[in-house]
């Protein structure tokens, strides 16, 4: 005896179709059907009131530590010198766009990353400027979203330049690691392909750089 | 002052009013309670990974994209969490799955229907998690394959064939009691 459901009987089950519009052989087939789902336990669960209660300790736990850490951190920044380098990359729409990128790269000369570096150094020891290139001829709004700006897209817009198709932006980026990507026209999110990418955890992937003393990418 | 919405939450947690964030625990503490059960097999798991799932939240609060869509982005993490608890268990070999879900504390329907009700619940643990996340999805928490599709970005022909295996599973598994 066969224990695999007809595929009428699947498409009765997923509610594609009703038993009336089934073969009578098929009848007895789908009446064990019903009763499998018959049998779903659709009852609610609800969790004791507690869990708030732990959650939020941990909450605070971790809030705590995130504020020492960070005063910590100011201290050595403040306390120790460093070199600040600023890594300055070419973010394209797609492989296929990758040559074309290239060329863009070396006709869009970029400043020597020592020379903004080196100002920012100057002036500000805990950030640099970075400066965002994305080449995206169709594009009409283009903006950087990432962890130093809580993924807002509208922060940090991008400005076309005289280079047909490129876009830029010059951000400060305090030192450390960031998660980013570039929004194009408001909805579509991209990568730079060239860049490495970090799983977020929630089935998509990020890149990411970091910016800091002997900065290189992770 | 009216019910303030789970962007504005998300964004006082983030300026550092860290007090905000259990309004959100308040709202999605049950809300996704069932959807764990069900794919945990257990209350108590539940209440693990949806404590262990806010708590991360919170940690990588920073990352979401879209604070008015916190509770899809929540449900991910937990999903996700789900997954991986199954996984664990599998490896650890069979006799960790006591089927304690409120199945066991109900009286509300013939012996065979709370007997085939625990059947199920049983099955649907023998499944793959993916296999099981869509039967769930779809046949518990009542959402369409295009909604499901939503959630998961996955897309619908694979769910349904991720499902139509489920099905000759659990009819395999259930032969006995269908």
């Known amino acids: ?218 | 002052m009216g019910t303030r919405t789970d962007g504005e939450l998300v964004r006082a947690v983030l300026a550092g009013d860290t007090e905000q964030y259990a309004e959100l625990v308040r709202r999605y503490r049950d809300r996704y309670a069932r959807f764990a059960a069900r794919m945990l097999g257990s209350a108590d798991e539940a209440e693990d990974a949806v404590q262990d799932a806010f708590i991360r939240a919170f940690e990588q609060l920073g990352q979401c994209r879209d604070p008015d869509n916190f509770a899809g982005w929540f449900f991910l993490i937990l999903r996700n969490r789900c997954l991986a608890e199954r996984r664990r268990a599998v490896r650890a070999g069979p006799g960790v799955d006591a089927v304690s879900v409120p199945a066991t504390q109900r009286a509300d329907g013939p012996l065979e229907q709370d007997e085939r009700r625990r059947a199920l619940q049983q099955a649907l643990l023998e499944l793959t998690p993916e296999q099981r996340e869509v039967f769930v999805l779809k046949h518990v928490e009542d959402l369409s394959y295009e909604e499901i599709a939503g959630r998961l970005g996955a897309s619908v022909p694979s769910l349904k064939m991720r499902m139509h295996r489920a099905y000759d599973r659990l009819r395999e598994r259930l032969k006995d009691v269908l």
């Open chain 1, 1 to 218: 005896m066969t224990t695999v459901f007809h595929p009428l009987v699947k498409r009765f089950l997923d509610g594609e179709l009703r038993l009336a519009d089934l073969p009578p052989e098929l009848h007895a087939e789908a009446r064990a059907a019903e009763r499998l789902l018959g049998a779903v336990d659709r009852a609610a669960v609800t969790l004791p009131a507690a869990l708030e209660a732990r959650v939020m300790a941990e909450v605070r736990k971790h809030a705590t530590a995130s504020a020492d850490g960070a005063a910590r951190s100011w201290w050595h920044r403040l306390a120790e010198p460093r070199e600040i380098r600023v890594r300055y990359r070419l973010w394209t729409l797609g492989p296929a766009l990758a040559a074309a990128a290239a060329l863009v790269l070396l006709l869009t000369p970029a400043r020597p990353a020592v020379e903004a570096g080196t100002l920012v150094a100057a002036t500000a020891p805990e950030s640099a400027f970075v400066r965002f290139v994305l080449f995206a001829p169709g594009a009409h709004q283009v903006g950087v979203a990432g962890t130093f700006n809580h993924w807002d897209a509208s922060a940090a817009p991008l400005a076309r330049t005289g280079a047909a198709g490129v876009w830029t932006a010059t951000v400060a980026l305090p030192v450390g690691q960031h998660q980013y990507a570039f929004v194009v026209d408001g909805r579509r999110w991209v990568n730079d392909p060239a860049a490495p990418t970090v799983d977020d955890g929630f089935g998509r992937r990020n890149s990411v750089m970091a910016v800091g003393a002997g900065a290189r990418a992770l």
